[in-house]
């Protein structure tokens, strides 16, 4: 299923999902502390993912079972004693259970850096471990992990809203979690408004009016026998960089101009009756009445 939005919620809904009172009540301190640092960890790497790329370069779907495994490795690992194993449960957690998702070494060596962060012997200190500075997230104390009700009622303190420094992250990052997530509401607004039907005028009309402006103000192809004598200038048997650079720039730029003009004479037409509108001539509709760039144009045009 979908993970809860947020760590509070992702933490509170992990913990009633792997773990039952009768259960969690008769276990060990070692095994308690590091039952919610491990529940922890895999809340701050999903959390990560709503950054995007700053997050992770890939985006991985983890999700329940993956921490149902972990806590299975922490239970096998743990019914021996205290001591424990930490080289074994860093790498059965960290490369199997959820480095096995991970596909870019990059994104896998972060993922392992985080755990790092959660499973060392530092958990294992005679009171609270601080993950932040200011003692907000942490460990709590043994009486407060004594039972899984306290454990609940610790999470449920919790701020409603994370700063990207618990994942890692710069303050900055915020600004592109808001950005994305505005562009992305806009969007959904914008899908769903209506933008006529068949037969309707004022799209057609509109659509006329948008063809013609384009085509009013496209320049004409760039003709490379324009161009001054230096830029194509033959040294040895080669061209010069500047000329190839400006060879490969010339092709992409006229293809653009060729993709354009074609394209919109063909939307014109499917307008005025005289051709089929496919499927692609709809989406291009669709964009000029959003104002957007039709989507054939961006895969052909630049990224800027």
Not at 13 to 18: G, H
Not at 46 to 53: C, I, L, M, S, V
Not at 273 to 292: L, T, V
Request: charged share 25%; hydrophobic share 35%; proline share 5%.
């Amino acid at each position: 299923k979908e993970p809860p939005k947020g760590l509070k919620a992702n933490l509170r809904d992990s913990l009633s999902s792997v773990v039952k009172p009768e259960t969690y009540n008769g276990k060990s301190r070692a095994w308690k502390r590091l039952l919610f640092a491990l529940t922890f960890f895999h809340g701050v790497i999903q959390e990560r993912r709503k950054y995007g790329a700053l997050g992770w370069n890939v985006r991985y779907e983890w999700s329940g079972p993956d921490l149902h495994a972990s806590v299975l490795t922490l239970d096998t690992y743990l019914t021996e004693g205290e001591e424990v194993p930490w080289t074994g449960l860093e790498y059965l957690t960290g490369v199997i259970h959820y480095g096995g998702r991970v596909t870019d070494f990059i994104d896998l060596k972060c993922l392992r850096c985080l755990l790092v962060k959660y499973f060392s012997e530092d958990v294992m200190g005679s009171d609270a471990h601080c993950f932040t500075p200011d003692g907000v997230y942490k460990i709590p104390s043994d009486s407060v992990l004594e039972t899984i009700d306290g454990l609940t009622d610790y999470v449920g303190t919790l701020p409603c809203h994370e700063e990207p420094g618990l994942f890692g992250l710069h303050a900055n990052a915020d600004i592109t979690f808001d950005k994305n997530t505005s562009s992305k509401a806009l969007h959904t607004l914008a899908g769903s408004q209506p933008v006529g039907g068949s037969g309707d005028t004022t799209l057609e009309s509109s659509l006329g009016n948008i063809i013609s402006n384009i085509q009013t103000k496209m320049p004409v192809p760039i003709r490379m026998d324009k161009a001054h004598p230096e830029t194509y200038k033959v040294e040895g048997d080669t061209i010069t960089p500047l000329g190839t650079f400006c060879t490969q720039e010339v092709q992409v730029m006229n293809n653009l101009l060729k993709l354009i003009s074609k394209t919109l004479a063909e939307l014109s037409s499917a307008i005025k009756g005289e051709a089929i509108m496919s499927d692609e001539m709809e989406r291009m509709a669709a964009a000029f009445m959003m104002d957007k760039v039709p989507e054939m144009w961006m895969k052909r045009g630049y990224l800027s």
